[in-house]
């Protein structure tokens, strides 16, 4: 049988070699029957984070579950950036957004930061994976970011590896230029913090700024939204130091 050039595709948890069955769970069952209408001998894509992208036939189709035997692999497994992006969690639905975005941009991990001004300091955990799992499933990508549970920016800070560099959005950076600040640094481990929508107190900041590993950025004259800032702050780090070279 042909397979089709464009595939549907799907994170699992489960190994993947050729051969092998994969049994999917209910919400991935019902979402390639009932949405995409696909039948037996139907094809799809799936990937887990660690054996590249495979494709696999639907074999067994039941109510609620639905078997996949995998035929061959059509990517090897690629690794991105070594990016993790902290933010303060804001409204629900910019936090999706914000998860979405930073997955695209190729991060590696996702940690809420609670700040003195942070107003959304519920944060779902499983809500962010699975917004996690839709973007690296909607494009392309072979890995789906790590999600930390919430935690508070100064116990994050005492736990920090200062190996790794802290970019932080600052208004107030002595560098204007965020591109000259970036590119004054050796690629190493990095991440990237965007604080919340009234910003860091004073106190946050002085705390930050006398980390040796903190390097404080401006994004330029206007002031942003924290999703916008996100994104703006992801795209100068890949430009610099990412797989965007």
């Not at 699992?12 to 390639?32: G, K, M």
């Not at 037996?40 to 990937?47: E, G, I, K, Q, R």
């Not at 401006?218 to 780090?237: E, F, I, Y």
Request: proline share 7%; charged share 25%; glycine share 4%.
């Amino acid at each position: 049988m042909t397979v089709p050039s464009k595939l549907p595709r799907l994170f699992v948890r489960s190994p993947l070699r050729a051969s092998t069955e994969v049994v999917l769970d209910r919400d991935q069952t019902h979402y390639l029957a009932n949405v995409l209408r696909l039948k037996p001998d139907s094809y799809v894509l799936l990937f887990n984070g660690a054996d590249g992208e495979w494709c696999a036939r639907i074999d067994k189709l039941a109510k609620k579950t639905l078997t996949l035997v995998v035929e061959h692999q059509t990517r090897a497994q690629e690794d991105g950036p070594d990016l993790h992006y902290l933010f303060a969690p804001i409204k629900r639905a910019r936090v999706d957004y914000m998860a979405q975005k930073a997955t695209e941009m190729g991060a590696s991990v996702l940690r809420p930061t609670i700040t003195h001004r942070t107003i959304a300091e519920r944060v779902k955990v499983e809500r962010l994976e699975a917004n996690a799992v839709e973007a690296a499933e909607q494009c392309g990508i072979l890995r789906v970011p790590e999600v930390h549970a919430p935690q508070k920016l100064a116990e994050i800070l005492k736990q920090w590896n200062p190996e790794r560099l802290l970019v932080v959005a600052d208004e107030t950076a002595a560098v204007s230029s965020p591109l000259e600040a970036l590119a004054s640094e050796a690629a190493r481990p990095h991440a990237v913090l965007i604080g919340p929508e009234g910003g860091f107190d004073p106190e946050e900041r002085d705390l930050l700024l006398s980390k040796e590993f903190v390097l404080p950025i401006s994004l330029g004259p206007r002031v942003m939204r924290a999703d916008t800032a996100a994104v703006a702050c992801l795209t100068l780090v890949n430009a610099v130091w990412g797989d965007w070279r």
